[in-house]
């Protein structure tokens, strides 16, 4: 990057940041308790080292404070994160699959996690042992399926992308077939599989925050690390290797890397649908190809659309809540149609 | 240690199906090389087992003297590039972005590149006439133009040696001369080794040092340009006639095409004929009458002659004259021998002076002696010319009425040898 697009990227990049912050603080006081903006910002800047001193707590009642830190803060900060993850890995993978229809659960991760969650919510293991047995036991499902679509797809050494991708679908249409079964024969389940299927932030707390935060955070981090190959990988696996990238390697890191991120970002969540596929789009649409500034922007860009589309799913029907994953589509599908209407060149 | 590449037993194939077979090659440092030969010879293939983007069942590649197939991706790429023959990019990069990528195996994970890298891309672009397109969308620029990126990027990568597979494809004619003019030049001024896959046997020879002729996966043959490309080895190799026409310009040679080569009757041995020829026009008839089989003899032709060298080349029986001299008794009486023995005689449309004169007179006597004497007209006016007075306008008319024929061009010729000794077979 010549040096004019280095500080342009350096710009955008802290211009996202920047919003991100901002519609954060902003949906923390969105709700049916009253929380101005300044409130807000002095609540959650009083638990921040360093600008602690200058938060003035003053006029800011206790239930105002408990409401914003115990209530609000994890669950925006949780939705922020897996908005990240999943535009992070879906960046990840459209490029390394080569395929625009790529999204983060195209090698199985939805429809194993959704049985592992369908298995735990049906056998009432989440009430009698532990309230966090249903993430638990999405997570086993999403790597048990990654596991096993790999393998499928794997000759010898190699991974062929096709392979990859119709073993993904095939074994998505088998699992899907179980959770269909398991809700067909647990009625009284059905609305909560669903509801988890659709994905929803309503009451997490700090504890999945605590679970989620390092395996997304530093899954993300390992992403951008392979942003450069990834540049590469889109003009074809023979054309990186001639520019000098072991590429079986590499797409079995970014294979595995991808998916446990977005393994720990669904069994805090559920299977949101959407963010993953369009937000890598957009961005690509309006930063470019280049992974070394699109996956940092659509990675910043997934978390800003999910708190929004997170803010309306609990306020919108309010006290009813929406799952998240209606609004992700409802608002992100109008989106992308307009973006790819305006700017028209996406691929070829 | 003077190749850069050194290639012993290779084997790659597909499960069944074997697509090199046991191919052993040394490349030159420094040298320009074209790999040739029809679809489905594994030319791309070998050239892809060279750019490890295949892995062969056996066998061993040496870089210098480093093992290829052990080598990382990133020691390899910072000393050979690669320009695919085929290539698409969905994906919205600028043409400068492409190219920089050439830079890649040079720069460190997080290191940014630097003005080095952009003076390099600059260099490669204003080389291969890229510069213009700098910040166009590769998905948006030609075929031609995206071809000739993907060359900037290699040569971006500072290489000892490229590869290219078929990289004038794409490419319109002005464009192809272009590309393979900058090559030959950096492989002239820098010494780059240059290996190219190349579908036109005229670009291969106007280019390349060397060349490399496969043929079922097996290297058919291999050397200098002009002794690899030559009419019988393109003959046995495309199933092709041709001839090979000497460029003055450039003291290279052209390939002309001139029809599918018919299959080889071994049973022509036991015909004999004789060929009454001069000046070049007996080349391409003597080297295609020997493929067939046929036993033959030519003369009289003068020492020197092109037909008289072609011949020697060939080893027929050459009833032959000092350059210039008069044909002297002697020789009459040997080459009269030559046509009486013969069971035809055919007179190639050459013109016909004085000093040749002699050669129709023997063909009229081996007409009146029953021999079966085949004219070859041509239309070409220079060639008809009669330089006799009319004599040798005489002697042919004796000749039809003896019962020579005429037949149009050399093609006909060879129509009339397969119809007429059929029969007789």
Sequence with gaps: MDTNKRKKNILISLTFIFSLGIIMIFAVTIGPANVSFSQAANIIGSKIPFINNISDLSNVKNSQETIILQVRLPRIILSALTGMALAAVGTTFQGLLKNPMADPY???????????????????????????????????????????????????????????????????????????????????????????????????????????????????????FFSRELNLLLFGESTAQNLGINVEKTKKLLLVLGSFTVASAVAVSGTIGFVGLIVPHSMRLIVGSDHRILIPVASLAGGIFMVFTDTIARTVLSPTEIPVGIITALFGAPFFIYLLKTKKTIGS | ???????????????????????????????????????????????????????????????????????????????????????????????????????????????????????????????????????????????????????????????????????????????????????????????????????????ASQFSEEVIMMKDGKIFASGKTSEVLNAENIRAVYEMEVLLAENPLNQKFNIIPLARSKNINIENKNIKIHIICGGGTGIYLIDRLQQLGYRLSAGV?????SDWSKGKKAGIKIIEEAPFAKISEKTINNNLEAIFTSDLVVVTPIPFGMGNLPNLEMALSGAEKGKKVIIIKNNDPLLNQDFTNGKAKDILEKMETSGAEYVENYFDFFEYLESHFKERL
């Design chain 1, 106 to 224: 195209i090698i199985g991760v939805s429809s194993g996690s959704a049985l592992g969650a369908s298995l735990a919510i049906v056998t009432g293991v989440s009430i009698s042992i532990g309230y966090f047995m249903v993430p638990f036991a999405a997570f086993i499902g999403a790597l048990i399926s990654i596991f096993t679509v790999y393998n499928i797809a794997r000759i010898g050494n190699k991974i062929p992308v096709y392979n990859l991708l119709l073993s993904g679908v095939a074994l998505s249409s088998f699992l899907s077939a179980f959770t269909s079964l398991l809700m067909i024969l647990n009625s009284n389940e059905t609305s909560q599989i669903l509801y988890w299927m659709l994905g929803s932030f309503s009451g997490k707390t700090w504890e999945h925050v605590r679970i989620a935060f390092p395996f997304i955070t530093l899954g993300i981090l390992s992403l951008y």
């Design chain 2, 1 to 203: 240690m003077n190749y850069h590449i050194k290639m012993n037993n290779l084997n790659f194939g597909y499960s069944e199906k074997k697509i090199l077979d046991d191919i052993s090659i040394t490349i030159q440092k420094g040298t320009f090389l074209s790999i040739i030969g029809p679809n489905g010879s594994g030319k791309s293939t070998l050239l892809k087992n060279i750019a490890k983007n295949l892995e062969p069942q056996s066998g061993e590649i040496w870089l210098e003297t480093l093992d290829l197939l052990k080598l990382p991706p990133v020691e390899l790429a910072k000393k050979m590039a690669v320009v695919p023959q085929t290539f698409q990019i969905d994906f919205p990069f600028t043409a400068m972005e492409t190219v920089l990528m050439g830079r890649t195996p040079f720069l460190k994970r997080f290191q940014s590149e630097t003005e080095k890298d952009f003076t390099l891309a600059k260099w490669a672009m204003e080389l291969t006439n890229t510069w213009h397109l700098k910040d166009r969308s590769v998905t948006e620029v030609s075929g031609g133009e995206l071809q000739r990126i993907i060359v900037a990027r290699a040569l971006t990568q500072e290489p000892k040696i490229i590869l290219l597979d078929e990289p004038t494809a794409h490419l319109d004619i002005q464009h192809q001369m272009e590309l393979l003019e900058l090559l030959e030049s950096l492989n002239k001024t820098t010494g780059l080794t240059v290996v190219t896959v190349l579908h036109d046997l005229n670009l």
């Design chain 2, 301 to 305: 032709l003068n020492i020197g002659d």
